[in-house]
């Protein structure tokens, strides 16, 4: 199903057996960014995408992470019928630990980053394996 999935690197297979497969093709967050700006999306229908590097930007960012976060979150509901359109999925990679509380945070860097004022509140699901993610749609609506 097309839109966001948010996984924590260390559930992935390349991590640990039975581990969430990583997509394919590999993308800085500053790049995907970048793209989601073009007139024409570069990715071709039904491309499996990954991007990495959100909780640096939004480290780096301090102290204005929130604004950071809010900035992201406008330029991904700006590219969201794009990517819907071309049914494209995108996961989002975290080197930190995802905490759902009354928003959802990464714990990076011994620090709490707002990636819910990306993502919103989504849902914590889990895969077969019983390897935990969370899943959003590209128009971040779900919270």
Known sequence: ?????????????????????????????????????????????????????????????????????LKIRRLLRK?????ERRLIEVQFIFQGKLIRGDTLWIEYRNTRLPIGHIFGLPIRQTDANDNPFYKTNFHLSNG
């Open 79 to 83: 590219g969201a019928q794009d990517l």
């Open 1 to 69: 199903m097309p839109g966001y999935q948010l996984v924590e690197i260390i559930n992935l297979s390349d991590s640990k057996p039975k581990g969430i497969a990583p997509y394919e093709n590999d993308i800085g967050l500053l790049d995907f960014l970048r793209e989601l700006r073009q007139d024409s999306l570069p990715f071709p229908k039904f491309h499996r995408l990954q991007v990495r590097g959100l909780e640096d930007v939004l480290f780096a960012a301090r102290p204005n992470h929130e604004e950071m976060a």
